[in-house]
């Protein structure tokens, strides 16, 4: 997926939680130093801060207040990832080694939870029990959510559900958990809050089905990684999900997806097997239907331009223009 | 070590966190109950609990609200254990085999993840972010202890000040956070609070000591662990340390220390060599220098049977008798 323009109107902020990040990871150990300037440089798009800024903007004009809760929700993503690195053994990530390949398997595992404690240490100065709580919760749910996805790799018989609730704890959470924490810091009435919430849970469902279509139909140098990487690592997502289904040929791809060994050697193949199928028209209009819902929940909320940007966002998701 | 009788006037509350430590881990997938469950049962002296009760105890008669707490230290403990595991690469701990033999290196480090943020949750319901903060600000230098030990492997250049360095980020720092945090939410004044938080690191420092020295000389069947596990994984403690500096051979030990393939094969002659050197006997001098020490913030405490307890601690720490 290609940058935002709705992020326009938060851009100052996103420029002070990028500069906070950079600080935030600062330690007296110049290898942790090293191994998280390193993942601040790998970038991305700062999703999740964008939508902590945007949700709050709906109740307050001045977001400082906003940015310590952004950096966190960013260093927690980051947080995942580090770890996710270390278990998935991908080799890159955004184009850039990860901190895994350059660092080494130990500092990463470190270097995550270092990560993940300094965000706790930015979220405790809201001095809101809430807050901590929602962190807390959501936290537990995307580590189970890890190991379901890691418990469901070449697994063919299992269904929709199962990949809901893994795309769910992948992403979703963590996107609707921005929103959320953004409303609330900006002290929303609770029936926005949860508008807010349920926008952000349809959205990141939206997302992350597009990512795993990326996943088998992007170019690499856009993806920022390698295509067909879920294949490789025997991660099942929608598109085969579809085509083991309803595709051509379900037998033979349902006896390589449940193979380690195929899914490395004969990615290729697995591949165009599942673009064969009509899992890819499938799961865009699945992406369709998460963003319809997202769109839904904005009725709830006052029209302020934020509330555009939004529209705007799950607009952009539905054009497939990415 | 074996277990304290010090901690007999709050036997009914570690059996309440024991209780709570298995509530507190359930999960509805089932494979991270049964890792959570299998890590409970290996055990342990729930010193952490142990140490925030006794605290709490010298300003109150109803310990039912340091539970919570009492039982966080505790999981915060076993996530670093288990993601120690997934990193060390040792294969017992306590006697059980370690969550990654049994379960794999991926469930270890989402089921670490996810007692961390279960302890995050059970402390955020204190609604007092000192706490937090507290907790945050310590699992930040623990992580960053982790990885100072793990530079440190196999390096016979680093002296005292690395090696108390790295005992007090692994052993001495929880042990502090657990009476100061007893002592915080038991309501006690700053200055206690303070004397508390140095008793307890002073006693981690000689805890860690003396856990150092039984790596030499323990039976395995006490320690729970096997003998010299320090030195096959390159970890150079006090008795070493000393040896290195002042023992017989002292060239051919740095020669040997420096040599992952000599630390696991030659493990039993380094052993032999760091006996020979008075390595052991000045490491005891160091348990007892800072049990003496824990002992003297004692002195800033109200007399009631809580401090008793503590004296009696570190007195068992200075007697060498276990």
Redesign the interface.
């Given at each position: 997926m290609i940058g935002f323009n709705s992020f326009k109107d938060i851009d100052k902020e996103l420029g002070l939680v990028e500069a906070n990040l950079a600080s935030s990871v600062e330690?007296?150990?110049s290898?942790?130093n090293q191994a998280s300037v390193h993942l601040i440089k790998a970038g991305g798009k700062r999703l999740r801060p964008a939508f902590a800024l945007l949700a709050g903007s709906f109740y307050k004009k001045d977001l400082a207040p906003l940015i310590p809760a952004a950096t966190a929700l960013e260093l927690i993503h980051m947080a995942t990832l580090v770890?996710d690195d270390?278990?998935d053994d991908s080799e890159t990530r955004r184009g850039t080694a990860t901190v895994k390949s350059a660092w080494g398997?130990?500092?990463s595992?470190?270097?995550g939870?270092?990560i993940?404690?300094?965000a706790?240490?930015l979220?405790?100065?809201?001095?809101r029990?809430d807050v901590?709580?929602l962190?807390?919760?959501s936290?537990?749910k995307i580590?189970?959510g890890?190991?379901?996805q890691?418990?469901s790799c070449y697994n063919v018989h299992l269904g929709l559900k199962n990949y809901l609730r893994r795309i769910e704890r992948k992403t979703a959470l963590l996107i609707s958990v921005s929103c959320e924490l953004g409303a609330m810091i900006a002290n929303a009435p609770a029936r926005e809050i949860e508008a807010l919430r349920n926008y952000g849970y349809y959205l990141g469902m939206a997302f992350q089905v597009t990512d795993d279509i990326l996943d088998f139909i992007a170019d690499e140098k856009i993806l920022g990684k390698p295509t067909g990487s879920d294949i490789r690592q025997g991660v099942i997502t929608l598109p085969a999900l579809y085509a083991l289904k309803h595709g051509p040929g379900r037998q033979e791809l349902a006896a390589s997806l449940s193979s380690p060994e195929r899914c490395l050697s004969q990615a290729e193949e697995i591949i165009g097997m599942v673009l064969e199928s009509d899992g890819i028209e499938y799961s865009y209009y699945v992406t369709s239907h998460f963003a319809g819902k997202a769109k839904k929940q904005l009725e709830y909320l006052p029209a302020v331009p934020a509330r555009e940007r939004l529209y705007e966002i799950a607009d952009f998701i539905m054009s497939r223009d990415y």
């Open positions: 330690s007296q150990l290898i942790m770890h270390v278990i398997n130990r500092i595992i470190y270097a939870n270092y993940f404690a300094r706790l240490g979220i405790s100065d809201y001095q029990s901590v709580d962190l807390a919760e936290s537990m580590c189970e890890e190991i379901i890691m418990l």
